[in-house]
C-alpha cells in the first residue's frame, strides 16, 4: 500500500494521535510505554475491545446496540451464579453459561428488530432496561466478592500465553486475553470478508433498500449481527469477572457510550456501510488511554464525558454531512 493510499485512511490519521499522545504522557511518566505497562493497558482493554468489535459489526449494519453492556453483565453474573449455586469451578462452563445468555438476549434483540422492524436505538435502549431490571428482580442485586469467586476465574485472570521475569525474580506476562482478543478479531474479520452475510452487513449498511433488491437476506443478516454482539458481550463479561475478580450487577452498565464512542472514532460511519476492524482496535486503544491518563497530564477525570460526547457528535455530524453531499451529487448527476 502506497503512502498516498494511507493518507486517505482514517486509520492513519487516528494511529498517529495515538502515538502523540503516547509520547506527551511518557515524557510525563516515563513508565507509561515500558514493556510491562502495554501488556498491562492489552490486558485490561481486551474485554472492551472485543465488546467493541459486536458494536462495531451492528453499526455498520445501520443498527446501533446501547444493550451491549447491559448483556455483558447478565452473562456474567447469571454465570458466576450458576457456579457457585452448583459447585462447579469450571471456567470452560463460565464460558458457555455467559456466551448462551449472550445469544439468547441478542436474540431478542434480533426478534424485535429484523421482524417487527423497530427502530434499533428505541429497541435496544428499552431491551437494556429490560435485561438489567429482569437480572435484579430475578437473580439478584448482591455482589460476589473475590473470596466467592471460583479459583478456575481467578486462575484464568492470571494465565498468561508469555512470560517474563523481573529483575528481582518476579514475572510479568502477556495475558491469555490479548489471545482471545486475537480470535475474535481473526474470525470477525473472515466473516466480514469472505461470506455472505459480512457482505451483506455493509451492504444493508450502506443501503438496505438497494441490498434488498440485489437480493440479500435482510431479516436473515439482522438477526446474525444483534446474536453475533450479543455472544461477544457474553465473552467480554467473564473476561470482565476474571479480570476485576468482582462481580456486581450493576457494574459497566451505563458505559456503552464509551464503546460506541471507541468505534466511532475508529471510522466507523453511525449511519452504517462504512468501517473497518482496525479503525475499531485503534479507537479502542485511544478511549483507553484517555481514560487512564487525563489525570496524568493535569486534566479532570470530567473530561473523559467531554471527550467521549464530543467524539459522538462529531460522528453524527460527519455522517449527516456526507449524506447531504452525496445526495446533492447524486441530485446534480440525475438533472444531467
Not at 503512502?3 to 503516547?22: D, H, R
Not at 450487577?249 to 475508529?266: D, K, R, W
Not at 486534566?299 to 464530543?310: A, C, K, R, T
Request: aromatic content about 8%; glycine content about 10%; hydrophobic content about 50%.
Amino acid at each position: 500500500m502506497n503512502l498516498k493510499k494511507l493518507t486517505k485512511k482514517n486509520e492513519t490519521y487516528l494511529l498517529l494521535i495515538v502515538i502523540v499522545f503516547s509520547i506527551v504522557i511518557n515524557t510525563i511518566n516515563p513508565v507509561f510505554m515500558t514493556v510491562e505497562n502495554i501488556f498491562d493497558l492489552l490486558r485490561s482493554s481486551s474485554g472492551t475491545a472485543i465488546l467493541a468489535i459486536g458494536v462495531f459489526v451492528v453499526l455498520l449494519s445501520g443498527g446501533i446496540d446501547v444493550s451491549c453492556t447491559a448483556i455483558a453483565i447478565c452473562g456474567q453474573y447469571i454465570a458466576i451464579n450458576v457456579l457457585i449455586a452448583s459447585g462447579v469451578d469450571n471456567i470452560v462452563m463460565a464460558f458457555l453459561i455467559s456466551i448462551s445468555v449472550g445469544l439468547a438476549l441478542g436474540a431478542v434483540n434480533a426478534v424485535f428488530i429484523s421482524i417487527f422492524n423497530l427502530p434499533t436505538l428505541i429497541t435496544t435502549l428499552g431491551t437494556s432496561s429490560l435485561f438489567h431490571g429482569l437480572l435484579l428482580e430475578f437473580v439478584g442485586t448482591k455482589a460476589v466478592n473475590v473470596g466467592n469467586i471460583p479459583d478456575s476465574i481467578k486462575a484464568f485472570g492470571k494465565m498468561n500465553i508469555l512470560t517474563i521475569a523481573r529483575p528481582d525474580g518476579t514475572e510479568y506476562g502477556l495475558s491469555i486475553f490479548f489471545l482471545i482478543l486475537v480470535i475474535v478479531v481473526v474470525v470477525t474479520w473472515l466473516i466480514l470478508k469472505f461470506t455472505m452475510i459480512g457482505r451483506g452487513i455493509y451492504a444493508i449498511g450502506g443501503n438496505r433498500e438497494a441490498a434488498q433488491r440485489t437480493g440479500y437476506n435482510i431479516r436473515k443478516i439482522q438477526f446474525f449481527t444483534y446474536c453475533y454482539a450479543g455472544l461477544l458481550a457474553g465473552v467480554m463479561g467473564v473476561m470482565h469477572l476474571a479480570l476485576i475478580r468482582y462481580s456486581n450487577p450493576n457494574y459497566i452498565v451505563g458505559t456503552e457510550l464509551n464503546i460506541i464512542a471507541a468505534v466511532v472514532l475508529g471510522g466507523t460511519r453511525i449511519s452504517g456501510g462504512t468501517g473497518t476492524l482496525t479503525g475499531t482496535l485503534i479507537g479502542v486503544a485511544l478511549i483507553t488511554i484517555l481514560q487512564k491518563n487525563l489525570v496524568l497530564i493535569g486534566l479532570s477525570s470530567y473530561w473523559q464525558e467531554f471527550f467521549i460526547g464530543m467524539i459522538i457528535v462529531l460522528g453524527v455530524t460527519i455522517t449527516y454531512a456526507q449524506n447531504k453531499i452525496n445526495a446533492r451529487r447524486k441530485l446534480s448527476i440525475d438533472s444531467v
